[in-house]
């Protein structure tokens, strides 16, 4: 479950000392990546337009978790300006930046999400979309079902496509998460759900409208460990593999990636898009082949983040995009001969410098968002937290938002 601080617990945890001790990176990270067929050198530096757009002073100022969603089902580098992109958020903070304003409080949910027209990051065509309740506060869009959660329950969201080989249905995983009280990360992922929107065209009306309508499923994904109690979930991050995505070489499969365990394990499933919601049509790598049995799964690689991406590369191989052992100050990449590896070492490609500034603040959940991205590039987010939240939110109340950096790869023979 990705690190966060309940707004019931503010309090001050003191750790991760080494964040202070290990080298900041310049602003201009660089490498190369060897292949049978050529080089990749790549470089890495700040996208300050992307990490301004999330900059904002009043209403929505920041939240955790983002994940991007073509709202045209097309994933790949270089998609068309047309396209609407929606943004999905897990805790999500509402109030104002300025103390000179009536209402300068905090209030927490648990969702939110806006939409961008267009692929460049143009704050005016930027809107986050409210769900208020009778009070006039705003709250969580996204709310499981009674018949899918207990009491007290709230969705974590994980990533999400819209399926164009499935009458553009917009699919979105939610993980089940409740308090347990504990004085550090008082929380605990107790069951995964698959949310189904149905919008009738890549509006932002129609998606609002889908909201109120989710069809949600119970599904076989979350993960526990039998032997250590440690659990899981599948959905950290999706990889659309199909001709219709617009993804090449596509062998016409979702693959859904999944992070489990003390050592952030990653585990992989995949179906054919169009039987997405057949959770029996699912098959799990066991190393050799594409087993029926979720419990066959296992790990092909590890100290991953609960949040990551997968993307391809120019050269055939596979870009997996995560923060170093879930928490740390190093977004990384490992890079994969096929979507379920083998995967190569880890790649350090930013060194974050947010914790440099404050002992309390780290940062976490590094993904590429391959649609917003360049051809020739990665366009990457990560999030920054405090331990110390609430007090260190009136010192700086636009810190919990995402940061973007860019990633460009050149082909040298």
């Known amino acids: 479950m990705p690190p966060r601080i309940l707004a019931e617990n503010p309090m001050r945890v003191i750790l991760f000392l080494m964040f202070l001790v290990i080298p900041f990176f310049p602003l201009l990270a660089q490498g190369t990546l060897d292949s049978n067929k050529f080089h990749l050198s790549f470089t890495v530096n700040e996208a300050p337009e992307w990490t301004k757009l999330f900059h904002r002073e009043s209403g929505w100022i920041g939240a955790d978790g983002i ?88 969705y974590w969201l994980g990533d999400g496509f819209v399926n164009r080989d499935q009458g553009n249905r917009l699919y979105i995983f939610g993980y089940r998460v409740r308090n ?58 999706i990889l659309v593999n199909t001709p219709s995505a617009g993804v090449p070489g596509a062998d016409g499969y979702v693959y859904v990636y999944g992070v489990r365990g003390k050592r952030k394990e990653l585990v992989v499933a995949r179906v054919k898009a169009g039987d997405f919601d057949h959770f029996d049509s699912w098959r799990y790598w066991d190393g050799t082949s594409w087993n029926p049995a979720v419990n066959s799964a296992v790990t092909v ?42 995967f190569g070492p880890v790649v350090k490609l930013w060194s974050c410098p947010e914790p440099l500034a404050n002992e309390n603040y780290y940062v976490y959940n590094a993904k590429a968002h391959p649609h917003l991205s360049q051809p020739g590039e990665l366009l990457i987010s990560y999030n920054v937290n405090s331990f110390d939240f609430f007090n260190d939110l009136q010192n700086e109340p636009t810190l919990y938002r995402p940061r973007f950096i860019r990633l460009r790869l050149t082909e040298t023979q």
């Not at 189904?196 to 599904?219: G, H, K, W, Y």
């Not at 979350?222 to 440690?230: K, V």
């Open 67 to 154: 994940y991007s969603i073509p709202l045209d089902g097309r994933e790949h580098i270089g998609n068309s300006d047309s396209t609407k992109t929606l943004f999905i958020f897990s805790d999500t903070i509402y109030g104002s930046a300025d103390e000179k304003e009536e209402d300068s409080g905090f209030h927490m949910i648990n969702s939110s999400y806006a939409i961008l027209e267009g692929l460049q990051p143009d704050a005016d065509r930027l809107t986050f979309y409210k769900n208020k309740g009778k009070d006039g506060k705003e709250k969580s869009v996204f709310v499981p079902d009674r018949h899918i959660a207990e009491d007290g329950e709230y």
């Open 301 to 342: 690689t590890d100290r991953v983040s609960n949040e990551l991406s997968v993307s391809p590369l120019p050269d055939g191989r596979y870009a997996l995009i995560f923060q170093l052992d879930g928490i740390g100050r190093e977004v990384a990449m490992r890079v994969g001969l096929s979507p379920v590896g083998p």
């Open 180 to 237: 347990t009280g504990a004085a550090v990360f008082g929380f605990e992922e107790v069951g995964n759900s698959l949310l189904i929107a149905r919008p009738e065209s890549a509006s932002a009306p129609a998606v609002s409208e889908a909201f109120r309508n989710l069809q949600q499923m119970r599904t076989p994904f979350f993960l526990r460990d039998s032997i250590d109690g440690s659990t899981g979930s599948f959905g950290a991050g």
